[in-house]
């Protein structure tokens, strides 16, 4: 979880407070170990200019060459003066920030050699004045390096910390652009879905309208002649256009939604025998079981049918093992439709755009359809596709 803008202040905050506490201790003492003569004594101008080292850091992430400048120049004041000050606490927490901040891909190109430059002067200068205001014995040559190394190292954690940071923020635009991707996909999907639904819709209506008009022609020339006649005419003109009425809700409620319809034009439950017999043909071992009487089937209920098996076929033969089974249930109310396979190598454990097609039509048909992998090692799809689905409303 991203920390909030308060809770950064507070720790910086908090980070000046404890290096100022820690400043003017390590002044007052003449150093870190045991004070040594000659140091000057800690008195109010120590104080301030302690608090000077630590006072920019809160404001170091918005203005962090400002803040480094103060800080050093304080430090640098600090060790002229003659102070004790073995470790500057303010300058490395300075250093860290300003290493930290620039060089970023917004930052001006510039920017971080001047950065760097201006830390690489600033330690000639400390160790200068060190030498200046003691000799420079063997104890005091180990404390210089000390400081060249603390600088150095201080800078380099600063720049690794950065360049994770932006190694971060590369790959969240990296994950937003596949993401991007992947919508303008589905957009294109669903653009060609319209387009075979709207030539659907057209074939669908206009075979009806042809079996309307021939089925109304033979009720009104055998209305005298044979009324029983004219009345099964009469009947299947009802039949029709009842079973059109619904077949063009589902198609435009598709149509608007974006759902797929598409596919060739299945007649009656043979099509889809037909269709596990050309993909035994293409060399899956495919095993069909049938349960019920085979019934014909509605347009809407043939066409999800018929693509929902076909896609699950297309499946198994290219990412299974080479086998599959399919059971299909006729019961009183629905089809159901259970397609099983081994997980070969190539198979994906989760689904693709083909099975976001295949549950898009069974819910077009208020069905349902499960697809993915089960506890014995198989990729397992069921489809369930009521015969009749109600009719909503075409405004």
Same mark, same amino acid.
Request: charged residues 20%; aromatic residues 6%; proline residues 7%.
């Given at each position: 979880m991203r920390m909030g803008a308060r809770g950064?202040?507070?720790?910086?905050?908090?980070?000046?407070?404890?290096a100022g506490v820690f400043t003017v201790?390590?002044? $007052?003492?003449? #150093?870190?170990?045991?004070?040594?003569? @000659?140091?000057?004594?800690?008195?109010?101008? #120590?104080?301030?200019?302690? +608090?000077?080292?630590?006072?920019?850091?809160? %404001?170091?992430?918005? %203005?962090?060459?400002?803040?480094?400048?103060?800080?050093?120049?304080?430090?640098?004041?600090?060790?002229?003066?003659?102070?004790?000050?073995?470790?500057?606490?303010?300058?490395?927490?300075?250093?860290?920030?300003?290493?930290?901040?620039?060089?970023?891909?917004?930052?001006?190109?510039r920017r971080r050699p001047a950065a760097a430059a201006g830390v690489a002067a600033f330690l000639p200068v400390a160790i200068g004045l060190m030498i200046v205001q003691r000799e420079a014995g063997l104890e005091m040559w180990s404390g210089l390096f000390a400081w060249a190394a603390m600088f150095a190292l201080v800078w380099t954690a600063g720049d690794r910390s950065r360049l994770r940071r932006d190694r971060i923020s590369q790959l969240e635009v990296s994950a937003r652009l596949r993401e991007l991707d992947l919508q303008g996909q589905r957009r294109l999907a669903i653009a060609e879905v319209r387009t075979r639904i709207a030539r659907e819709l057209h074939d669908s209506a206009g075979h009806a309208i042809n079996v309307i008009l021939v089925q109304a022609g033979a009720a009104r020339?055998?209305?005298?002649?044979?009324?029983e006649r004219s009345m099964r005419a009469i009947a299947t003109v009802e039949q029709v256009a009842y079973a059109t009425i619904a077949d063009i809700d589902r198609l435009v409620r598709g149509l608007r939604q974006g759902s797929d319809t598409g596919g060739p034009a299945p007649n009656d439950t043979g099509d889809l025998e037909d269709l596990v017999s050309q993909h035994r043909a293409g060399g899956l071992d495919v095993r069909a079981d049938v349960d019920g009487a085979p019934r014909g089937l509605s347009s809407g209920v043939a066409w999800a049918?018929?693509?929902?098996?076909? &896609?699950?076929?297309?499946?198994?033969? !290219?990412?299974?093992?080479?086998?599959?089974?399919? $059971? =299909?249930?006729?019961?009183?109310?629905?089809?159901?439709?259970?397609?099983?396979?081994?997980?070969?190598? $190539?198979?994906?454990?989760?689904?693709?755009? @083909?099975?976001? @097609? =295949? $549950?898009?039509?069974?819910?077009?048909?208020?069905?349902?359809?499960?697809?993915?992998?089960? +506890?014995? #090692? &198989? %990729? !397992?799809? !069921?489809?369930?596709?009521?015969?009749?689905a109600p009719i909503g409303s075409l405004a």
């Open positions: 950064r202040v507070a720790i910086d905050v908090a980070v000046a407070l404890a201790g390590m002044l $007052r003492q003449g #150093g870190l170990g045991a004070a040594e003569p @000659g140091y000057h004594t800690l008195d109010a101008a #120590g104080v301030a200019l302690a +608090a000077l080292t630590v006072a920019p850091l809160p %404001f170091a992430r918005r %203005f962090p060459g400002w803040a480094w400048a103060v800080s050093a120049i304080a430090t640098l004041v600090i060790l002229g003066l003659d102070y004790g000050l073995d470790v500057p606490p303010g300058a490395l927490i300075a250093t860290y920030v300003l290493a930290d901040s620039v060089g970023g891909d917004d930052d001006p190109p020339l055998l209305h005298k002649q044979d009324p049918a018929y693509r929902i098996l076909q &896609e699950a076929l297309t499946n198994a033969a !290219r990412h299974g093992s080479g086998s599959a089974d399919v $059971r =299909m249930s006729y019961g009183p109310d629905a089809v159901d439709i259970e397609v099983s396979n081994p997980v070969g190598v $190539r198979q994906r454990p989760g689904g693709g755009l @083909g099975i976001i @097609g =295949m $549950r898009e039509r069974a819910a077009l048909l208020d069905g349902v359809l499960e697809a993915g992998p089960d +506890a014995d #090692g &198989e %990729f !397992r799809l !069921r489809a369930r596709l009521p015969y009749v």
